[in-house]
């Protein structure tokens, strides 16, 4: 028996597939074979979009959990102290350098000038 949960693509990824595989046509290149690209892309899209759905369902799960068990404080205090994960973000000092070096560059430019 066939896939039951197969679904038909939607016209507007059925659309896309063909943009790209038009877009990337040869010029000895049929019809048919054109079509057959086509279809070839549109399931690579449906494929891609199956994986980011999975994703995101596990990252909601994910979430979810974390959610619960953080939820109850009585729980926090027979574990002991939480801790709690500060993410830092650092720039580099070389764009900056860099910045600065241009703008001193253009403005002793304007002054021999």
């Given at each position: 028996m066939a896939n039951k949960n197969y679904q038909k693509p939607s016209p507007q990824t059925q659309e896309e597939a063909m943009k790209i595989a038009r877009a990337t046509q040869r010029p000895a290149q049929t019809k048919e074979q054109t079509k057959l690209i086509a279809q070839g892309i549109q399931k690579g899209i449906e494929q891609?979009?199956?994986?980011?759905?999975?994703?995101?369902?596990?990252?909601?799960?994910?979430?979810?959990?974390?959610?619960?068990?953080?939820?109850?404080?009585?729980?926090?205090?027979?574990?002991?102290?939480?801790?709690?994960?500060?993410?830092?973000?650092?720039?580099?000092?070389l764009p900056w350098l860099l910045l600065g070096l241009t703008w001193l560059g253009i403005?002793?430019?304007?002054?021999?000038?």
């Open positions: 891609y979009k199956k994986q980011q759905k999975e994703k995101s369902r596990e990252l909601n799960k994910r979430r979810k959990k974390a959610a619960h068990s953080s939820g109850p404080e009585s729980e926090q205090a027979e574990t002991g102290p939480s801790t709690r994960e500060t993410i830092v973000y650092g720039q580099h000092w403005g002793v430019y304007r002054m021999m000038r």
